[in-house]
T-cell receptor, first 119, second 114 residues
Framework: AQKVTQAQTEISVVEKEDVTLDCVYE???????LFWYKQPPSGELVFLIR??????QNEISGRYSWNFQKSTSSFNFTITASQVVDSAVYFC????????????????FGKGTHLIIQP | DAGVTQSPTHLIKTRGQHVTLRCSPI?????VSWYQQVLGQGPQFIFQ???????GRGNFPDRFSARQFPNYSSELNVNALLLGDSALYLC?????????????FGPGTRLTVL
């Protein structure tokens, strides 16, 4: 069965500090997809990134960067020069291979990391 | 373009009642998935529909059912409500196969069961 672990329940940093959110996953599939979502206080989940299991290239988007390491089953998320607007709950999620007749399992989410950026 | 819409926004029911939640996907999206998010937890997968067929079902009792209509909108039904059904119910849509395409989430319906 697939599983996502976000060990950091809550992180609090001062604005402009860099912060890394950890994500460790478990899956028996060789083809899978990893996602990060942001959930601000309004409640709506906002898609941030998708990465497939065959693409281990790190990605940078502005102040956001992601480090995918299959060897350690980790998909960590770093925010550089954090801002108060980054305060939210961040979820890492996993989706296994496309539908093969056995049914789809949807996204498996971690429990989330509550990130607090203090001014 | 409008995002995923859900109705109602909030709902209060009593134990034993029935509830219907509605979701309209982003225009052109063929897949809808439903998730339950209990306070302080990550969303839990309930159902996935793609091209009007049920693709998958999470570990939820038969009191939970859903369907997708020809216009790709969807309903989630919950019978015989329990206190533990109180949660934020999220609907997500994706353009194609949701296994590997990003899913776009709606604002959710917050259900309170008294």
């Amino acid at each position: 069965a697939q599983k996502v672990t976000q060990a950091q329940t809550e992180i609090s940093v001062v604005e402009k500090e860099d912060v890394t959110l950890d994500c460790v996953y478990e899956t028996r599939d060789t083809t899978y997809y990893l996602f990060w979502y942001k959930q601000p206080p309004s409640g709506e989940l906002v898609f941030l990134i998708r990465r497939n299991s065959f693409d281990e290239q790190n990605e940078i988007s502005g102040r956001y960067s992601w480090n995918f390491q299959k060897s350690t089953s980790s998909f960590n998320f770093t925010i550089t020069a954090s801002q108060v607007v980054d305060s939210a709950v961040y979820f890492c999620a996993l989706s296994e291979a496309a539908y093969s007749g056995g049914g789809a399992d949807g996204l498996t989410f971690g429990k989330g990391t509550h990130l607090i950026i203090q001014p | 373009d409008a995002g995923v819409t859900q109705s109602p926004t909030h709902l209060i029911k009593t134990r034993g009642q029935h509830v219907t939640l509605r979701c309209s996907p982003i225009s052109g999206h063929k897949s809808v998935s439903w998730y339950q998010q209990v306070l302080g937890q990550g969303p839990q997968f309930i159902f996935q529909y793609y091209e009007k067929e049920e693709r998958g079902r999470g570990n939820f009792p038969d009191r939970f059912s859903a369907r997708q209509f020809p216009n790709y909108s969807s309903e989630l039904n919950v019978n015989a409500l329990l206190l533990g059904d109180s949660a934020l119910y999220l609907c997500a849509s994706s353009l194609e196969d949701p296994s590997y395409n990003e899913q776009f989430f709606g604002p959710g319906t917050r259900l309170t069961v008294l």
